[in-house]
T-cell receptor, first 114, second 115 residues
């Protein structure tokens, strides 16, 4: 049973560019959450998707947007990249109907903005 | 708003010694609490969780945590640390089932294990 799959694993972008990160949730999970983890920090909640809609959002600007597809996979898009967007981006999936049993995390995408 | 405080940024213990990592939370109702572990360059792995019932919960890899409502704490313990336990540990608090599942993480405690 595959866990959460994220792609790419590493990415280098130039300031001002746009980036798309991808996530496939664990089988049986229909809710996807995205977190940003800056170096030496805990993960910070970006937003959560369920039924193809963003249903909760953290304190991140509109440059951060997302999408969830009918197969529950998700994308995180970041526009107008800043140096401060350099971080590990983690995708976490969970099953909605069983409440919280803890997220299953992917290994993350390491984004470096130069 | 929910929040988590992990007061120890870095802890060093000798292999075979006992371990306790501290976690204090702030939440307006009954919290749902978690401990995750992260190895360098990796995602997070769930060690254990507390929803209700017995306040001492057992997790994987020999870890346990005790929920103390009066102290708003959820400290992680292990009686004998192994070198492979060296990693970063995150305490987290979440909302009850039925609502949104946002989980808020602490800033982490980095564990170093020395021979």
């Amino acid at each position: 049973d595959a866990g959460v799959t994220q792609s790419p694993t590493h990415l280098i972008k130039t300031r001002g560019q746009q980036v798309t990160l991808r996530c496939s949730p664990k089988s049986g999970h229909d809710t996807v959450s995205w977190y940003q983890q800056a170096l030496g920090q805990g993960p910070q909640f970006i937003f959560q998707y369920y039924e193809e809609e963003e249903r909760q959002r953290g304190n991140f600007p509109d440059r951060f947007s997302g999408h969830q597809f009918p197969n529950y996979s998700s994308e995180l898009n970041v526009n107008a990249l800043l140096l401060g967007d350099s971080a590990l981006y983690l995708c976490a999936s969970s099953p909605q109907d069983r409440g919280i049993n803890g997220y299953t995390f992917g290994s993350g995408t390491r984004l470096t903005v130069v | 708003a929910q929040s988590v405080t992990q007061p120890d940024i870095h802890i060093t213990v000798s292999e075979g010694a006992s371990l306790e990592l501290r976690c204090n939370y702030s939440y307006g109702a009954t919290p749902y609490l978690f401990w995750y572990v992260q190895s360098p360059g990796q995602g997070l792995q769930l060690l254990l969780k507390y929803f209700s019932g017995d306040t001492l919960v057992q997790g994987i890899k020999g870890f346990e945590a005790e929920f103390k409502r009066s102290q708003s704490s959820f400290n992680l313990r292990k009686p004998s640390v192994h070198w492979s336990d060296a990693a970063e540990y995150f305490c987290a608090v979440g909302a009850p089932p039925g609502g949104y599942q946002k989980v808020t993480f602490g800033t982490g405690t980095k564990l170093q294990v020395i021979p």
